[in-house]
Nanobody, 129 residues
Framework: QVQLVESGGGLVQAGGSLRLSCAAS????????MGWFRQAPGKEREFVAA????????YYADSVKGRFTISRDNAKNTVSLQMNSLKPEDTAVYYC??????????????????????WGQGTQVTVSS
């Protein structure tokens, strides 16, 4: 079981930026497809972004495309989410997750929360208007 710990959340004004990080345990981190999800109060957990094991392929939800950037450092077992031009509707608890090993296919075709297994505890992002 991979252990994940997110950090970097906080309160920011609309138009501002935050960088989230997720530290993962495990010696095979570079084989994991990693994803970021978010969950706002009263809403389902939704996909934000995903990145392949090598970092060469990324995919984003339409709502964040052009504003958020997912990246990873396999030497440090970390995945990050740079969030720019933040909007109040980006307010949510953000989670990183590992795609389940038995799930195959392109990043864009596997974005449901059930495609992902191990989850971190989440980090709160609040964007004020």
């Amino acid at each position: 079981q991979v252990q994940l710990v997110e950090s970097g959340g906080g309160l920011v004004q609309a138009g501002g930026s935050l960088r989230l990080s997720c530290a993962a345990s495990g010696r095979t981190f570079s084989t994991y497809v990693m994803g970021w999800f978010r969950q706002a109060p009263g809403k389902e957990r939704e996909f934000v972004a995903a990145i392949s094991g090598s970092g060469g392929t990324t995919y984003y939800a339409d709502s964040v495309k052009g504003r958020f950037t997912i990246s990873r450092d396999n030497a440090k077992n970390t995945v990050s989410l740079q969030m720019n031009s933040l909007k109040p509707e980006d307010t949510a608890v953000y989670y990183c997750a590992v795609r389940r090993a038995e799930v195959v296919g392109a990043l864009r075709s596997r974005t449901h929360r059930t495609d992902f297994g191990s989850w971190g505890q989440g980090t709160q992002v609040t964007v004020s208007s």
